[in-house]
Every structure is written in structure tokens, then in C-alpha cells.
């Protein structure tokens, strides 16, 4: 029987072993922490990624690894790369680890990013921003996710904080687009090199979290899903890469600029699990075992909402039709992804109802 | 958090407890084998059912039992009663757990099932065998599943040994209907009333073993869904029951008559994961917990294989667009339901094309 590691033990991790077990696959988890959500459900192994016995006692036996966040310490993602098969390989991971390497591997295919600056020091982030033109994002280089390591600046006098502000890190300093929408791509690439893609997916950040996604996204054309396959396929090959990647764009003037990738199944594809014929969970799992992909058809229309911070009663949520509920086993705090609940149906008419119905219900819970 | 008890560790178990994670709950499983494929995702305790102190240790915390085989000691289910809620209700197994029980149930609730007659003796078998007349099957009444504890009567020559041959214990001999076709309904009833069904399926036995399923039954009138919600339906109510409740049915004649029922989930709901908008195993979880039953609604069509005794290389499987894989970590034997495979598609005949494809690629298997 095929078991493999994963580098984190979080609801990624959780519903890759979901969508693993029916595929007859064993689990080990490797997380820092012991009640880490994925580890109820696999063998885990708590320790430091940084430390050698941890990663010894964490690889003995497995076919293959891989990770469930991009922040796996590299060292440890190439440590276990020369004696395991690691997937999506630890290049990928350096490359997403870093916003500028990130933009520098855009801007190298031929993929558009809005204008950016490398800032290594308070005088550069000051030259950044008089070379970009305010309002622009500051946002540390490495270590940020969910809106953490960021400030928008928008006059002069939030320029002079930001470094001391960010805590004196190498920071990337960005345009901030003023965006119509935001959209994702969900691409998955095999050991053999096979590749698909999800449609399109729209979402909705607030506060930096992704707070609710769509797919397919309604309004994005042929042509947007044509550029954004393009910029994925690009990506891949350049990367070598294996498994499940998203890059997050925004439509700005019509047109794709990406914004971030990340190297792992991501948080706009959860609506696959019942919104596409293959979850993005299942088919990051085929990918990283050389079994052939499976279909990324849509099955209807979705809608996902994420739960952060506190959960609603569930009750009148499963009254819905076609609600699906995925909670994380996480206690509550605020900011914290809970779980989600994705609402589908046949048809984009349906859908919009009961997604309607669904808000009133959270709008009633989260008034209280 | 909700921990579930769980009486057996079978697959059935082991997919109510993939269908439970995301809903936020806990499982502890009873079996009397520390290889119970349910017991990778969940405590497991190993133990006789018939021990107070195994069922002690496995009772201590659980919210609620629940159970994946019919012939759980009905002793444990009713001393488990006594200090939790259990569902399905002990009376429901009581029934099931006995075929004369079971026909009388129907007889009495006005569901036809073929003529039988109870055989407590090598005589009362000869007698009842000539009331009835050949061919007739013969069955243990109680602890039969998958054909085994079963013996088709087909000459006067078969009449003589059968009583030995099955073990001198008290049969149920039945009339050996000539149907057209086998179908089967799954229901699922809450513990505040309501209910709901799945549309009929049909099924396809081998060797006593179910082979295949598809949903919804193609030929399946509306007259006969009425039907058999309707049998349903009085079935639920009769018994006060809560859970998923499977009925098997021989369709003779253009009409229903119950061959016999599963007071849990079924083999022939495996199709509901990905062809229906909410599994019976999520539905069935729903109903425990007082929680609002999920819609029903087949999500296209589907056909499910069991795969029994051996695996099938996995690859050529997968290929096929809406095929779905779910193997259960047992280890293979002549007879035995290692996994099914699930292909679903949109329409029909989309269906037809590639349950073609999969059948061929299960027989250039078989055939080497």
C-alpha cells in the first residue's frame, strides 16, 4: 500500500486525506503541532521541519511526499527530495517562497503583474514608492499569507511607519491595481507531464481572506480562461512542476495580472469536492502518483463561502438545497479559516437562490 | 465536538466516517478485528460485542451509536440503548436480523413479498417445499449475507440434503421468483419524522453477490418509485426508524415484491457519493443527529462495480472520464468486496459509452 507524507497538518493536509483514502493511499502527517486537523485522520508526527531525526522519523517508509503549505523550510523539502520523490518539487517552493522571485519567474514568461519595486531598506521602499506612484502595497518579501505582512500605503505619511511597521524585513512594494475582479486558476500538472485546468474561479477577499469564490467564474470570457490556462501552462513547465498549482489574478482593463501563485491545492478550489466531476484534492493526489488526471468538468455552478473566526448554527445551513458543509476540527479565534460551505446547483439561476437563501441565514446569525 | 459510536468496522463504517470528518464529528469504532478497514480513520476498539466490559469502554463519552451490519448482538444494541441513544432502534434489527420476522413485518404492513413458508424441521422443510412448489430457495433465518446460508431448490433430489447442508438450523423456504429485474430503494428517515428517498436503483447479483448497480433505474416507471416509497415509507414508520433503510425488491410481473430490507447503508447506495446531491452516508449521519436530511437528488446517472476477490490495475480505471475509485484496505479473497468504482455521467447515454469503456477494460483484466 502507497503511503505518503505530507509536510503540514492543516485542513489542506485534512482533505487530501479525505480524497486519498478512497484511492486506497495511507497517510503521514508531519506538523509542529499536536492537534493538528489532519493528524485525527492519518498517522502524524509532530516535531520542527528544521530538525534531521524529526525529518528521519517522518520519511522512514514512505513512497513519496508532499506539502500542504509553500512555507515548508526549504532545507527540509530538499533534504527529503534526495532520498524521496517530493512533489511539487522544493525549485517550485523557492520560487513561491520569495514575491520576487515569484514576479521576477512571471515577468521571465511573459506573464503580466502589476508594477513592483524590491525594497531591501527603509530608502528603497521610499524610492519604490515615488517610482510607482501612490497608492501602492507594501507587503514583506517572504512568510506572509491571509493578508499578514502587508500595509497599503495611500499618502505620504503612511510611507515613513511601513518599514519599522512590516519589522524591518526585505520588502516587495506593488502597485495596487484598482481591480474590477478577482479571479484564480487551479491547474494540475502529472509526473508524466499531463496537464489540466479548472475554470475559472471569481473570489472575494476581505481583510486579506478569501471569503467567498465562484466557480465557474460568470463573466469570465473564453478569452480569460484561455489567457490564464496559457500563464499556468507556462508556469508549470518552466517549474518542472507536479501536482496541483493556483496562481490568483486580477482583471484589471479587461486583462489577467497575476498576483501570487501558490505551489499546493489551494483555498478558491474547495467548490471542486462537489462542484467538479475531480477535486482538486483527488487530482493533486493522481498527479503526484503518475495515474492518469482526472476530469476537471465543472458539475453545475458553486459558490463557496469560507467560515472564519466563528461558526453559524448549522442547522438552517444543511436546510438549504445543495449546501455542503466542511469543517476544519479547529478551535474558533478570530481570523481563523473554521471550515467552509460550498452551495451548488444545476444551473446559475438555481444557484444565485440559494445562495441567497444561505447569506440571509449567516447575515441573521452573524447580526446577533 | 460529536463523537459517533459505531458498531462494526467494515467499509460501510469506513465511508460513514469519510462522509462525517467534514461535518465536524468524531467516530470511535467497536469491531473484532484490529484490521477493520473503518479503524485507519478512527479509534478503534477491538473487542466481543457480547462483552459488557468491551462495550462499557466502548460506550464512555460517545454522543450516540450507530451500526454498519444487521446482525450486531441484539443483547449489546439493547444494552447500548439503555444509556445512549441507538440508531437504527434495536427493533428494527430485531426484524431484519430474522427472515420470518422480517416477511411477517411486511405480510402485516401489506408489502407482497413471493409465498414462504417458516421450515423449523427437515419435515416442515419437505412440507413447505410442496406447498410451494419447486423451485423454491431455501435460506437460514438468520445471519445470511452476500448468498451465503442460501441453497436453490430446484428437483425433488435437492429437497433431501438441504436441511443438513444448511446446517439443521431453521430455514425460510420461498418461492424462486422468475423476475425481470432487481431493484432496490434506499430511505432514509430522521429523528424528528421526516424523510426522504433516493430513486430506485437496479442491481445485478452474481453468485448470491451484488455486482452492479445503477441509478436511477432506466426502466424504473414512476408507478414503481411510488411503490416503493410507499412500502418505504410504512416500513419507516412501523418500526420508528432513523437512519438510512435499504428494501430490495424482485420486479415480477410489472410489480414490487420485497425480498428483504438493510436496516443501515447499503451496497447498492455506494453510487450516491458522487451521483446524488447528498451521499446516504452523509444523509444517514443527518438523521441520527436530528439534523435536516440532504437533498436526494441524482446528480446524472450512474453505474457502480464492486470489485470482489481481486483488483483491477487501477490505471486504465481512472482514464475513463467519471470513473471514481473507492477501495476499502482489505486484503484480497475469493468473495470478498475489496472496492467499487463509480462512473457517473451527465446523461444516459454518455453513461452507456463509458461503463462500455470500463467493462472492457474489467475484461481484458479478467481475462488474463
Redesign the interface.
Known sequence: ?TTIGVLGGGQLG?MLI?AG????L?FRVLDHTADAPAG??AELVVGDFTDPATLDRFAAGLDLVTLEFENVPLGAARSLAERLPVYPPPRALEVAQDRVREKRCFQELGIPTPDWRPAESASELRKGVAELGLPVIAKTQRLGYDGKGQRVLRSEADVGPTWDQLGGRPLIVETLVPFEREVSILAVRCRHGKAAHYPLVENVHEHGILRRSQAPALYATGELQVQAQNYAKKLLEALDYVGVLAIEFFVHGGRLLANEMAPRVHNSGHWTIEGA?TSQFENHL?AILG??L??TAP??HSVMYNLIGTLPP??PV??I???????Y?KAPRPGRKL?HITV?ADDAETLEARVQALQESMNRFEAK
Open positions: 500500500m485534512r479525505l483514502a478512497p484511492l486506497g495511507r485525527r485522520l466531476e493522481r495515474w492518469p482526472g476530469s458539475r453545475g448549522m442547522a444543511l436546510r438545497e445543495g449546501t455542503h458543509v466542511h469543517l476540527g471550515g451548488r
